[in-house]
């Protein structure tokens, strides 16, 4: 069993004010695959007080200079990809492949993308409304960093290097479910040589270390990935010294597929629902069919969700892992319980562990039809490979359905009629739309409105999360 009891502050792997041990659990067998340390405000406090000493130089460093160390990072991280992967199956699940393909890639890209929309950002440009009139863009300070179990690496790398390229100082507190790829990536940072105090990582738990940060008088920004319950908590805690709070939180998003979607629309919306075993708050879990296809389109759901195999993240293979913990589980199992007895038909999976299994937090890739607007099961982000489908007769009706939870951060559309994507572009309230699945772009920020949050991470946005903008006049050329 790896132990990792030690924080990373001002540059130094330090031991913590209190050791208060905390078990790392391996979801696949259910047995700890690690220890780490939970911090204390101590360990908060000192931590925040390296970022504050470390910002006016790091501040002042020329972004040439940043983006430099950032490029360190991505070729370290590139030849450390495997052990990112290896970590991130072990503590939160994702198998093999998974990890290695789409988890453990995702934070090289970010890292790679965040290099990219540094050279593009204008720190400092003239207005051009009046002589001498300039704007500089300025870091905000000292930045704590709350980040989830579900992308690990993913979130995190859609936070460090960008508030690094900006000029930030930072905290981390990574999920105490997942900590084990943060520090990982501390320890990528330190062999890249990013000066002592730029980065610090803390672990613990949300009142320990997470409700510290939020409230502290130092810490200037708070950008959080998580639950939307959380969001509010820390939002009021942070309200006390009116820093920024950056929120990135929760889903419920639409895919509304059309009689004229392109072929295989429904069979790829099902996958994306399961990929992750649903842990992605971007998953596509409401798909809304349009009715002359929709009796077609479940069956093909049901035969998807059958078709798609469970196995321990630790074997290698095209399937889907377990839930990342007991609690998840049980939250799954629990809403699962809930569609039935809405009067949802349960057209594949359903309650309890897959066929083999007694162990572990695997479930079933459960699909519900005839789901109706208002249903539990329609309104709550499940976090689990569960899927709801739901007839429409018109656009209009799709988009009120849509429309209708307080979430917004990304919607889908399948369809084959241009004029319909944009009109539905436009309409659908939602951070983000992605039409028959084609990419939104390198670059593309991501975040969302509403119960979503209304953060923007990646691309030139997501490096302006963490700067402050000043007008200056009569400014000299240089």
């Not at 540094?118 to 002589?131: C, I, K, M, N, Y």
């Not at 509010?232 to 059309?258: D, H, P, Q």
């Not at 009715?291 to 389109?297: G, N, S, V, W």
């Amino acid at each position: 069993m790896r132990e990792h009891r030690q924080f990373y502050i001002d540059g130094q792997w330090v031991d913590p004010a209190k050791t208060r041990d905390c078990e790392v659990i391996d979801p696949s067998t259910e047995e700890p695959c690690a220890v780490i340390s939970l911090g204390s405000a101590v360990d908060t406090d000192a931590a925040v007080a390296a970022a504050r000493r470390a910002l006016p130089g790091w501040s002042e460093t020329p972004p040439a200079e940043r983006i430099a160390y950032i490029e360190k990072m991505a070729e370290i991280y590139e030849r450390r990809i495997d052990e990112m992967a290896e970590v991130i199956s072990m503590e939160m699940g994702a198998p093999k492949a998974w990890a290695r393909g789409a988890q453990a890639a995702a934070g090289l890209g970010n890292i790679q993308g965040c290099i990219a929309a540094a050279r593009q950002v204008q720190f400092d440009h003239p207005l051009g409304t009046a002589e001498g009139a300039h704007i500089l863009k300025e870091p905000i300070g000292v930045v704590g960093m709350i980040t989830p179990w579900n992308w690990p690496v993913s979130q995190t790398t859609l936070k460090v290097p960008f508030a690094m390229a900006a000029g930030c100082t930072m905290v981390l507190k990574p999920s105490e479910f997942a900590p084990l790829d943060s520090i990982l990536l501390a320890e990528i940072i330190d062999e890249a040589g990013v000066p002592a105090g730029v980065f610090n990582l803390v672990n613990g738990d949300g009142e320990g270390v997470g409700a510290v940060l939020s409230a502290h008088p130092d810490v200037d920004m708070i950008s959080f990935t998580g639950s939307t319950r959380a969001g509010k908590a820390i939002s009021k805690a942070a309200a006390e010294t009116l820093k920024r709070v950056s929120l990135e939180l929760g889903g419920k998003g639409a895919n509304i597929v059309f009689a004229d979607a392109p072929e295989g629309a429904v069979k790829k919306g099902a996958r994306a629902c399961f990929n992750n075993t649903g842990q992605s708050c971007n998953a596509p879990t409401r798909m809304l069919v349009e009715r002359p296809i929709y009796d077609e389109a479940v069956e093909i759901a049901r035969e998807t969700a059958e078709a798609t195999t469970v196995g321990s993240a630790h074997e290698d293979g095209r399937h889907i892992g377990p839930l990342v913990s007991e609690r998840q589980f049980d939250r799954v199992q629990a809403l699962i319980e809930t569609g039935i007895a809405e009067g949802a038909r349960l057209v594949a999976g359903g309650p309890g562990r897959p066929e083999g299994f007694n162990r572990g937090f695997f479930v079933r890739p459960t699909v519900f039809a005839d789901v109706t607007p208002g249903m539990e099961i329609e309104q709550t982000e499940i976090f689990g490979p569960v899927l709801s489908m739901i007839p429409f007769d018109t656009e209009e009706e799709a988009l009120e359905i849509a429309n209708g939870t307080a979430y917004g951060l990304t919607n889908y559309v399948q369809t084959s009629d241009p004029a319909r994507r944009n009109r539905l572009a436009r309409r659908l309230r939602s951070g983000m739309v992605e039409m028959n699945y084609k990419p939104r772009g390198a670059g593309a920020p991501f975040g969302g409105v509403g119960l979503s949050g209304r953060a923007r991470e990646g691309g030139v946005w997501g490096i302006e999360e963490y700067l402050e903008v000043k007008s200056v006049s009569d400014w000299a050329a240089e």
